[in-house]
């Protein structure tokens, strides 16, 4: 049993390890895909509009994600204790 506790364990933290490296990455993306299209903006209209998109597709994915990985972890945390919390409960 302590095998498989293990394995649980290793599985959710892959998870979220992997969850937390793809939110960076496609951040990075987002963000250097904004730079570059600034770079090109010739009036204010345009900074404020595409500043604008920018900060609402941002925030979106980060409260996307930030829930994803926040149930990841809600999942990693009730496998963990499960084994500890399992001998307190009546048999």
């Given at each position: ?8 364990v290793q599985k959710h ?79």
């Open positions: 049993q302590v095998m498989t506790d293990f394995t649980s933290l892959t998870a979220i390890t992997t969850a937390q490296t793809e939110f960076a990455k496609s951040s990075f993306e987002a963000s250097k895909a904004y730079f570059q299209n600034l770079a090109s903006v010739k009036s204010p209209d345009k900074f404020v509009e595409l500043t604008t998109e920018y900060a609402k597709s941002a925030q979106e994915t980060f409260v996307s994600e930030a829930t994803k990985i926040g149930e990841l972890y809600k999942t990693f945390a009730q496998e963990a204790f499960k084994p500890f919390t399992s001998s307190f409960l009546p048999k």
